[in-house]
């Protein structure tokens, strides 16, 4: 059991929230308006789950999970997050996170520019790749023959060990990804990018949200990693 704090309650922050209920860790999640505004969501939860403002959630984990765009980054309660494992699922959306030079000149991945934002914290990148909704759909326990892989990037082996740990108990088996710098090989418009886990391309062009997803073993996800390319963030439209 964990005690996990949770930063962001969309959709990827109550899809965390909801497996790690399922895998009996202790959640404390947050959002920008408020623990009020969590009280269905917290209700679902059930026992194990509460909500708090940004910074309890940040006190309260042992780990702590950071669903929030990229432009919020900078606002986070670095002190309450210090010397924390803090598993990050941002993605630099220029259209929402204004640009930022140093990711359009690949001087730095996102990992790194957010690990850059959040000084003496421990970043660890995952579940940047996935669709919020296949999170869900492709969740399978332990040693499940149609378990998918899940990309694990981060600088500090103790803490890439801890949540890939986590990740395991989420439904997924952890793929070691490298190291921060490498983590553009399962950004955005990268090979190792969400539509890895579509079941059918045709159904995501239309609509994404209508894609049931399809398992992704580990092994293809590392080879998929090995192979991916790194995009050419200056030229991102979206
Ligand atoms: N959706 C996907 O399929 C997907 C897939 C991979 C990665 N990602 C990435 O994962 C991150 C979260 O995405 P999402 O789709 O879950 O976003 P979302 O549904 O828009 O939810 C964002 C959450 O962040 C909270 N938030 C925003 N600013 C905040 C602040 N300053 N302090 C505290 N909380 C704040 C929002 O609070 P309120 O609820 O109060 O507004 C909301 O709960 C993003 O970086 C996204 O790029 C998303």
């Given at each position: 059991?964990?005690?996990?704090?949770?930063?962001?309650s969309?959709?990827?922050?109550?899809?965390i929230?909801?497996?790690?209920?399922?895998?009996?860790?202790?959640?404390?999640?947050?959002?920008?308006?408020?623990?009020?505004?969590?009280?269905?969501?917290?209700?679902?939860?059930?026992?194990?789950?509460?909500?708090?403002?940004?910074?309890?959630?940040?006190?309260?984990?042992?780990?702590?999970?950071?669903?929030?765009?990229?432009?919020?980054?900078?606002a986070?309660p670095?002190?309450?997050?210090?010397?924390?494992?803090?598993?990050?699922?941002?993605?630099?959306?220029?259209?929402?996170?204004?640009?930022?030079?140093?990711?359009?000149?690949?001087?730095?991945?996102?990992?790194?520019?957010?690990q850059?934002?959040?000084?003496?914290?421990?970043?660890?990148?995952?579940?940047?790749?996935?669709?919020a909704?296949?999170?869900?759909?492709?969740?399978?326990?332990?040693?499940?023959?149609d378990r998918?892989?899940?990309?694990?990037?981060?600088d500090?082996?103790?803490?890439?060990?801890?949540?890939?740990?986590?990740?395991?108990?989420?439904?997924?088996?952890?793929?070691?990804?490298g190291?921060?710098?490498?983590?553009?090989?399962?950004?955005?418009?990268?090979?190792?990018?969400t539509?890895?886990?579509?079941a059918?391309l045709?159904?995501?062009?239309?609509?994404?949200?209508?894609?049931?997803?399809?398992?992704?073993p580990?092994?293809?996800?590392?080879?998929l990693?090995?192979?991916?390319?790194?995009?050419?963030?200056?030229?991102?439209?979206?």
């Amino acid at each position: 059991m964990t005690k996990l704090g949770i930063i962001g309650s969309g959709a990827i922050g109550a899809g965390i929230a909801r497996l790690a209920v399922a895998a009996r860790h202790e959640v404390v999640i947050a959002n920008s308006r408020g623990p009020e505004s969590l009280a269905g969501l917290v209700e679902e939860l059930g026992e194990s789950a509460g909500a708090g403002e940004v910074a309890d959630a940040a006190s309260f984990g042992e780990m702590v999970v950071l669903a929030v765009p990229l432009s919020a980054y900078g606002a986070l309660p670095v002190d309450a997050l210090h010397a924390k494992t803090v598993l990050s699922t941002g993605n630099y959306y220029p259209s929402r996170d204004e640009r930022i030079e140093e990711l359009d000149s690949h001087a730095l991945t996102t990992a790194e520019y957010e690990q850059a934002l959040l000084p003496g914290t421990v970043i660890v990148k995952a579940f940047n790749n996935i669709l919020a909704h296949h999170i869900p759909a492709l969740a399978r326990p332990a040693g499940a023959t149609d378990r998918s892989g899940l990309a694990v990037a981060g600088d500090d082996a103790g803490a890439k060990q801890a949540v890939g740990t986590l990740v395991s108990t989420l439904g997924f088996d952890p793929v070691d990804a490298g190291s921060l710098a490498e983590s553009w090989r399962f950004e955005p418009e990268s090979g190792a990018y969400t539509p890895v886990y579509v079941a059918d391309l045709d159904v995501f062009a239309e609509n994404y949200l209508a894609d049931a997803g399809a398992p992704l073993p580990a092994d293809r996800l590392r080879e998929l990693l090995a192979a991916s390319h790194r995009p050419d963030v200056a030229s991102r439209t979206f």
